[in-house]
């Protein structure tokens, strides 16, 4: 079993920054890949950005290239997100994930129960 905690959410104007953190904890942890999803009201929940345990590979979404990076620290248990240049349309429940490499829900076998994220126009 693998046991994903969020923080970091909050309210934050456009252009502004949010760090979101999301430990793990379980026996297995580190051999997961980690990533973050979002789902704002009325809509899909939607890939985000994800993070390969072997190397460190990034995957993200087109929607946040350039503004969010996702990292981790094995020694912490622990997954970042930095968002950068925030924009309304970023708001949403984020959730972390762990599991297989992929950008579909499908692919991710546990999760986190999420922070909310609200940027103001």
């Known amino acids: 079993q693998v046991q994903l905690v969020e923080s970091g959410g909050g309210l934050v104007q456009a252009g502004g920054s949010l760090r979101l953190s999301c430990a793990a904890s379980?026996?297995?942890?580190?051999?997961?890949?980690m990533a973050w999803f979002r789902q704002a009201p009325g809509k899909e929940r939607e890939f985000v950005a994800a993070?390969?345990?072997?190397?460190?590979?990034?995957y993200n979404a087109d929607s946040v290239k350039g503004r969010f990076t996702i990292s981790r620290d094995n020694a912490k248990n622990t997954v970042y997100l930095q968002m950068n240049s925030l924009k309304p349309e970023d708001t949403a429940v984020y959730a972390c994930?762990?599991?297989?490499?992929?950008?579909?829900?499908?692919?991710?076998?546990?999760w986190g129960q999420g922070t909310q994220v609200t940027v103001s126009s």
């Open positions: 994930a762990a599991g297989a490499w992929g950008r579909r829900t499908d692919d991710y076998r546990y």
């Open positions: 379980g026996r297995t942890v580190r051999s997961y890949n």
């Open positions: 993070i390969n345990w072997s190397d460190d590979s990034i």
